[in-house]
Nanobody
């Protein structure tokens, strides 16, 4: 089973940008980013099939966040721009070999440890 390690979180002011990275110990078929803030359910942010195709995004991040994959297909990025205070959360990288429900957290069986993103107003 692959191991996932996130990096790149931190604190930023509203309107700023951050890029999260998720390094997988071996290639996986589907990868995604989720986030969870205190008192809220874990929500899907973005997901992709490492074999290609159009990524999936949550409506509240479309146009601001971009998920991408390195050529080796072992690292997935989440470029976040125009950040808002409501984007503050713990962000998790996840992977699965399928079946694939892109933004459903309970369909992923491999998780990173999570990384904090804090956006101040």
């Amino acid at each position: 089973q692959a191991r996932l390690v996130e990096s790149g979180g931190g604190s930023v002011q509203a309107g700023g940008s951050l890029r999260l990275s998720c390094a997988a110990s071996k290639s996986t078929k589907y990868m995604a980013w989720f986030r969870q803030s205190p008192g809220n359910k874990r929500e899907g942010v973005a997901a992709l099939w490492t074999g290609g195709g159009i990524p999936y995004y949550a409506d509240n991040v479309k146009g601001r966040f971009t998920i991408s994959l390195t050529n080796t297909k072992n690292t997935v990025y989440l470029q976040m721009t125009s950040l808002k205070p409501e984007d503050t959360a713990m962000y998790y990288c996840a992977a699965t070999s399928g079946p694939w429900y892109p933004l459903q957290y309970d369909k992923y069986d491999i998780w990173g440890q999570g990384i904090q993103v804090t956006v101040s107003s």
